[in-house]
């Protein structure tokens, strides 16, 4: 859950890391995206829209593969709507200040995830 404090950009980094979670706990061989892939220039919308766009199908494809994938997903899901709970995020290309902000946001969202699931995400 995204603290009451958050930047926007630190929220998008949390919304993105569990839209990217959906993603990699659907299908066996997935992987999930590195933060050091994210550059500066990178638009917010342009990186969560594909994600977005699959994350019901994602949630359901990881409840087939039942046990802890499927926890893990639905309780991902279920945490989506308090990343945008205090506004809109932004749609434009980020600053290295808001891309830090994103960065540990994504990090941050990950390891809460990972530390009630850490056989998925060894």
Known sequence: MPEQTETAHKRSGRLFAA?????FLAERGRDLPSPDGFGV?????????????QACDN???ARG???DH??????????IPAFMEEGSLPGKNMSP???????AG???QLAAVS?????LFR
């Open 19 to 23: 839209l990217a979670v959906l993603h």
């Open 41 to 53: 220039k990178d638009s917010l919308p342009d990186r969560t829209n594909g994600l977005r766009q």
């Open 59 to 61: 949630l359901d494809l």
């Open 65 to 67: 593969r039942g046990g």
């Open 70 to 79: 499927w926890k893990a997903a639905s309780r991902t899901f279920q945490s």
């Open 97 to 103: 200040a808001e891309s830090a902000q994103h960065r």
């Open 106 to 108: 994504y990090e941050a």
């Open 115 to 119: 530390e009630d699931f850490p056989e």
